[in-house]
């Protein structure tokens, strides 16, 4: 491919340190040589072996070749090559026997075979080595366009610093890519191809590729639409529409302020987060700050932040009582619900359980289909079985009691369902510290628990 490079140190003559001499005519040791390498197409070549071959015309740009040599370099992660002309593999000349008094002198740069141009060598740096080689030594500055001299002379030679490089912008910069960025100027490695394989990290989703959307996404294993059954024999939910629309490839979703993210389990679309929102759907606000004798009592929708603590609030979400949950003005957002004891269900027989422990009432349910829904942080040790490979992540947020005080924080989580028991009661779901199963019960709906969300 065609390449051209990008000069960063022009030609830094006489960049010598501790040049023995007194004689106003001696030779520079050296040339040294930066240039960033970049394709036809601007990209960065990064990590490649680069093949350079450089000749000193005398007196034009066509001029007869004095000297010539060649490199065998490798460019940094940042398409950066560097050497000293003079150094190389000579092929013609002698770099040491270089007339640099008689007249003009160009530098002819080739990469294989490719010609990347020829450029005059400025004649100001010899002069001032020349004119102060009996003084010592000289240096250049490495964060500025100042080339100093031992007797305290010094002139500015614009663009001989690498502090003189513009900074990189990083992106894709293949523009095939459906997230393809224009003004990158480097390619960081991020670019993707809608229809190539990726992996979305969902284990219930297969054939997984970049979507229209430039999102990685599958296909559900239990399939799609509205109104699956649950597993073959579940009498409970078998009549009950379940929705497996999948999460579409959307990884988030903003609501009432707080973003959460998403993940699609057999198909459902779940929060991974418990829902911290102060207003019901239609924008009413909820009722919070009750008294212990006041929660206690009300029959009403309310919540409470575990301790009153805002830093619960951020980690653990909300504590509602029921009769939110069971609202019907909603809590969720818009094209979402509080899952259903079947919704509970179908996720728990995506994750193995059985159709005849679905049902079970208490702990003795199944046996690691908790751990597979717990998070791996925030509980207490030894949280048995979490592996939260489902990616719901299952928090100990506590609950609040119906006296009203709070309990259990980092132990235990509970997850209200909006399907009641009776008039006083509703169904729930618990995660504990030292078990991996997931507890199915039915409890009052004064008690403050914990609510995820779940795609209509």
């Known amino acids: 491919m065609k390449t051209f490079l990008t000069l960063i140190l022009q030609l830094l003559i006489a960049f010598l340190i501790l040049v023995p001499s ?16 970049r394709n036809a197409d601007g990209t960065v070549m990064a990590s490649s072996a680069v093949s350079l071959t ?29 050497c000293v002309v003079g150094n190389g593999v000579v092929s013609q000349g002698n770099f040491a026997n270089i007339n640099w008094g008689s007249g003009a002198k160009f530098l002819h740069v080739m990469m294989g075979t490719t010609d990347l141009g020829t450029q005059q060598m400025l004649s100001v740096p010899y002069a001032l080595h020349s004119s ?46 459906c997230n393809y960025n224009a003004a990158a100027t480097e390619d960081d490695g991020t670019c993707l191809i809608q229809g190539a394989s990726c992996n979305d990290g969902n284990v219930n989703t297969t054939n997984d590729v970049i979507n229209a959307n430039c999102q990685c996404a599958g296909t559900s294993a239990s399939g799609s639409g509205s109104g699956a059954q649950l597993l073959p024999g579940n009498a409970t939910c078998s009549t009950q529409n379940i929705s497996v629309t999948g999460c579409g490839g959307q990884t988030s979703l903003t609501y009432d302020g707080r973003t959460y993210d998403l993940v699609e389990i057999g198909g459902q679309c779940w929060f991974t987060d418990n829902l911290a929102t102060d207003q019901y759907r239609n924008g009413d606000p909820i ?5 212990n004798t006041t929660w206690q009592n009300t029959t009403a929708g309310a919540y409470a932040i575990y301790n009153n603590t805002a830093s619960n609030d951020v980690t653990y979400g909300k504590l509602y009582n029921c009769y939110t949950a069971t609202d019907t003005r909603g809590l969720c957002p818009t094209g979402w619900h509080v899952p259903s004891d079947c919704d509970w269900m179908y996720l728990e ?12 009432q208490g702990s003795i349910r199944g046996s690691n289909e908790g751990g597979k829904l717990k998070a791996l942080s925030q509980w207490a040790s030894p949280n048995t079985g979490a592996t939260n490979i489902s990616g719901f992540g299952a928090l100990p947020g506590g609950y609040r009691r119906s006296d ?21 009661n509703a169904w729930n779901r618990e995660f504990v510290y030292n078990n991996s199963v997931v507890r199915r019960d039915i409890d009052s709906k004064r008690l403050g628990f914990s609510v995820r969300c779940i795609r209509d």
């Open 22 to 37: 007194s004689l106003h005519s001696q030779s520079p040791l050296g040339i040294p040589y930066q240039a960033v390498m």
């Open 54 to 82: 450089f000749m000193i015309h005398d007196g034009s740009a066509t001029g007869n070749v004095v000297y010539q040599e060649s490199h065998a370099l490798t460019s940094n992660a940042q398409g950066l090559v560097s």
């Open 132 to 177: 102060s080689a009996d003084n010592g030594f000289s240096y250049v500055s490495t964060t500025g366009d100042t080339l100093y001299m031992a007797n305290g002379a010094f002139i500015i030679v614009p663009g001989i610093s690498a502090a003189n490089l513009p900074p990189a912008i990083l992106g894709c910069t293949n523009a095939q890519s």
């Open 287 to 291: 009722p919070t700050g009750l008294d």
């Open 349 to 360: 027989g995506s994750l193995g359980l059985s159709v005849a422990d679905q049902q079970i």
């Open 404 to 424: 009203g005080t709070f309990g259990l924080l980092g132990t235990y989580g509970y997850c209200w369902t909006s399907t009641e028991g009776s008039i006083s």
